[in-house]
């Protein structure tokens, strides 16, 4: 294949040689895989014929999944809006690199990795200009938001209009997590388990493990949107991971209602009192070895635990992943309505995926509409 440096390139997913767009095969089959020659092509189909009419019915969500209100939707959630595209959008809203945008910033994260999460104590500063009415460089929605809603807020359309949010304004992106969590607390929690909703609602301390954090530990004042929002509850997060800067290890942070602490470790090695509930961003459950007994400790817990994805075909691997650990299955997955609104490229293939695009939940006990 030939090659261009001016021109963003695809990638084999055989032999990984790259070329232009123009240049790709793709598999007629499922419209997403690529490939540079009919060779590569031949070489895959044994496995990929297993795995394409599965493929096609993920590829299938793309026009759920870009349904977005936002008036740069279109050009987000293109099947193209790769990494030098997603830095010319965040340039021309001016937060390219900035606070809370570093880990949305996919150039500059790729070459400064060895800045990871060790911005606590010198750069909080910079943190904060996102709500902020003297800092922002988005809207001048102000720093606290008026009185809790009336009802939960279901989705992005919803949450912008309450915050008074224009809708060509991508503070969506770095607020998809910590409103996903809202999510969970005042949707997925109040239908599964209303009892422990009620606790969460009595204003007693509701402690949380964010599982396998990463960038997450960096958006302490994203989270305090979330907590700001639920401003009759009084929430602990306590963020895991091991693939933490040291110097966050054991770094405790408190603001109105919100207490979040840091732990650098594996979940299963951590000696921590059970949550209310667990959740983990991104996971991909399948992928990652150190999963397994992280879940097992979730199940002999209890703990009610709500994963997202950013890949369908990731959630659909999950109940074989966890078959052999005595856990039935997962909940049916829904499409997350407070999924990031910037799509995720590869080279090698066209999948429809977003950060947090996909939510499903642990169950511990057998049912008939588990994922199978």
Known sequence: MATDSSEWLRECSVCYARGLEKEVIKCAGCVVMLYCSEGCQQRDSPSHQAVCATIKQYAARE??????????AKETTDRMFHEHKAVDFLKRHGVYGRGLWRRESPLLHKTQTQRKCGYFTNREEDDQWILTEERSLLTSCPATPPPSPSAPLCDWQQYYVFRGLPLHSPVAAV????????FILTTCLRNDDPELFQRLVSGQTFVIHILGVEKEVEMKEAFLECARLLPGCRFHLVMIGKHL???VHGYCWEKDNLRLSVHRALYHDLQLPAPQIAVGFNAGLPAYPTWPPTLTKLMEQRTPAYFTDQSEYSCGCVSMAISSLGIPGV?????????????????EQDMPWFPNAFLYRLLYESRGDLID
Request: glycine share 0%; net charge positive.
């Open 175 to 182: 607020l998809s997590c910590p409103l996903t969590l809202y």
């Open 245 to 247: 800067s040291k110097m």
């Open 63 to 72: 026009t759920e999944l870009c349904h977005l209100p936002f008036t740069f």
């Open 331 to 347: 909940s049916p997955v829904i499409v997350n309505p407070f999924r990031s609104p910037l799509r995720i490229v590869t080279r």
